[in-house]
Structures are given as structure tokens and as C-alpha cells.
């Protein structure tokens, strides 16, 4: 399964995007999706993750409130919608699929990853 992110971009503190992240291949449905984020030097972290049906979504506290995960299983897409953005989500966004449908919050669980989409938020 390729992955592939998209909508990444420089914005301001304050601002919104949203990012996509597109599958190659009908059985996404069956996956559970997460978004992931990191710095250089860092660690991957969890951003937030959906159930394979989009039943059950999690976030990490850092962005509870202020993002958004949602999936069209027809589109064969999962969507992170980013709000009141802060200079500390700047970050390489990745989108991750989860063959055991989810939910989960570690990145030793997801199989496929996409390459990335930065994601700058300036002041």
C-alpha cells in the first residue's frame, strides 16, 4: 500500500490546514489511520488516529481541540484538519496505515507509512 500526504505548507500562528493523505489501494477501509508528526532530532510522535469505519478517533493532548481526524473511505483518504495552529506544531506531518483497523497510538504498530508533509507555522 502507498501512501502519499498532501497539504502541508507555511502558515501563521493562528492559521489552519488541512492535510490529506491519499491510499493506493481499496482495502484503506479496512485499516485503522494515524497521523504522526516530528521535529529534527526528535522522536516520531502520535498526532491522532482513526478507526478503520471513523467510529473512534484519539488525540494527543497537545493538539486536542484544535485538530481534526476524518477519513472518506470512498476517496480512499484520511484528512487532518489543523486549527489555531502554534509555532510548535511546526513539524514533517506523516500519515500511517494500521492493518489491525485501530486504534492506536504507536508508530510500532503502523505497517505502511507516507513520506512526509511539512508543515511550518510561523509568527
Known amino acids: 500500500v502507498q501512501l502519499q500526504a498532501f497539504g502541508g505548507g507555511l502558515v501563521q500562528a493562528g492559521g489552519s490546514l488541512r492535510l490529506s493523505c491519499t491510499a493506493s489501494?481499496?482495502?484503506?477501509?479496512?485499516?485503522?489511520m494515524g497521523w504522526f508528526r516530528q521535529v529534527p532530532g526528535k522522536e516520531r510522535d502520535f498526532v491522532a488516529t482513526i478507526t478503520r469505519g471513523g467510529s473512534q478517533t484519539y488525540y494527543a493532548d497537545s493538539v486536542k481541540g484544535r485538530f481534526t481526524i476524518s477519513r472518506d473511505n470512498a476517496k480512499n483518504t484520511v484528512y487532518l484538519q489543523m486549527n489555531n495552529l502554534k509555532l510548535e506544531d511546526t513539524a514533517v506531518y506523516y500519515c500511517?496505515?494500521?492493518?489491525?483497523?485501530?486504534?492506536?497510538?504507536?508508530?510500532?504498530?503502523?505497517?505502511?507509512w507516507g513520506r512526509g508533509t511539512l508543515v511550518t507555522v510561523s509568527s
Open positions: 500511517a496505515a494500521d492493518i489491525l483497523g485501530g486504534p492506536s497510538l504507536s508508530p510500532d504498530v503502523y505497517v505502511y
Open positions: 489501494e481499496r482495502t484503506f477501509s479496512t485499516y485503522g
